[in-house]
Every structure is written in C-alpha cells, then in structure tokens.
C-alpha cells in the first residue's frame, strides 16, 4: 500500500520561510518523480513544483520561482519543499504528489498516481 505522508506546515508571517516534508512508503522511491500541488480555498489544486528520479531536473510554476526549491533524498524515500520569501497568496493546502511511469517532469496533475491528504500552509500578513 502507497502511502505518502506530509508534514512541516504551519502559520508563518509574510517573509518567512517553512520547509515541507512528504516521506513516501510502499513503492519504489527513486522511481518515481515527485511534486507539489496546492489547492487554495475556492480554487483548483494547482502545479508548484516536481522533481526527477534523480533529482537532477527540476521544474516550478512561475508564481513560486526563484522562492521556492524542490529536493529529495532517496535514501529517506523523502522529498522536501523548501518555501522561502512567502506571502499571503501562498496560503493553501500543499499535497505531494508520486508519478511512477513518467518519461519527464511534468506539471499535469492527473499524471500523478498517488497523493498525500495535504498539509496546511498559511501565511499572515
């Protein structure tokens, strides 16, 4: 069984930084590609960030580029979210997301096989 577990959200100040956490279990880690959605209130649940297999490859929505770093660790089946600089519009809950066939990084979200329940980020102005 797949499980996808996030953590490291929180209530942080315009600015701040926080760094989100999502370990993976029951599939094999370093084959999958890895990402971040976020779904505001009222909104759609929406591409943030993804990363290869290997970490080597990268990809960001623009509203988070140059803010925000993607990265993992194989060895802890663990990939990270690194959120510097945030603001107010930040403010969502962040999902990780597992794509275990991908040829390339991709921002689709019904690419994505397996999904964690989310953790809550928000930011005060």
């Known amino acids: 069984q797949v499980q996808l577990v996030e953590s490291g959200g929180g209530l942080v100040q315009a600015g701040g930084s926080l760094r989100l956490s999502c370990t993976a279990s029951?599939?094999?880690?370093?084959?999958?590609?890895m990402a971040w959605f976020c779904q505001a209130p009222g909104k759609e649940r929406e591409f943030v960030a993804a990363?290869?297999?290997?970490?080597?490859?990268?990809h960001y929505a623009d509203s988070v580029r140059g803010r925000f770093t993607i990265s993992r660790d194989n060895a802890k089946n663990t990939v990270y979210l690194q959120m510097n600089s945030l603001k107010p519009p930040d403010t969502a809950v962040y999902y990780c997301?597992?794509?275990?066939?991908?040829?390339?990084?991709?921002?689709?979200?019904?690419?994505?096989?397996?999904w964690g329940q989310g953790t809550q980020v928000t930011v005060s102005s």
């Open positions: 029951g599939l094999t880690f370093n084959s999958a590609y």
């Open positions: 997301a597992a794509e275990l066939d991908a040829l390339q990084v991709t921002t689709i979200m019904a690419r994505y096989d397996y």
């Open positions: 990363i290869s297999r290997t970490g080597g490859t990268t």
